[in-house]
């Protein structure tokens, strides 16, 4: 049976990568480690906060790929611990922002056992382009 997809239609043109990120975003919906706020800071800011207590600043990294950003914790094992009751996981994650054009990743901290990633979006004023109609029978 073929999928029927809404952005497979004629008047939606250049939206093929939307399509990827829908499915991508349904995915990811379902991972709830760790979990995480995203706060409307101002009129062009934005602060994603991930509660990630016990990861130090080098147990984590934030990187910035195409329009995605990465945000890794691995935690290293202490094997020489012996555990009578382990009620907090070591574990390790991996969780994926889609930024949309023109967001920018300005900076990152450590606070409390939480991580701030902030972003900032740029405005850009709305420009109306007229465009010439000329008159011809040729396609070029």
């Known amino acids: 049976m073929t999928r029927i997809s809404p952005f497979s239609s004629p008047l939606l043109l250049g939206f093929d990568r939307l399509e990827e ?7 990811s919906a379902a991972e709830g480690y760790p ?15 991930l509660a990630v207590a016990g990861f130090t600043e080098d147990d984590l990294e934030v990187t910035v790929e195409r329009n995605e950003l990465h945000i ?10 012996v555990y009578l ?12 922002f889609l ?20 972003l900032t979006r740029p405005t850009t004023p709305e420009i109306v382009r007229t ?10």
């Open 85 to 96: 009751y382990r009620g907090i996981a070591a574990r390790q994650f991996h969780r994926t």
């Open 21 to 27: 990120v829908v499915d991508r975003l349904t995915r």
């Open 131 to 140: 465009v010439a109609i000329k008159s011809g029978g040729g396609t070029g």
């Open 99 to 118: 930024l949309a054009d023109g967001i920018e990743v300005t900076g990152a901290r450590l606070d409390a056992g939480l991580l701030h990633i902030d």
């Open 72 to 81: 890794k914790g691995r935690q290293a094992e202490d094997d020489s611990a």
């Open 35 to 49: 979990p995480y706020n995203v706060v409307h800071a101002a009129d062009d800011r934005l602060r994603i906060s």
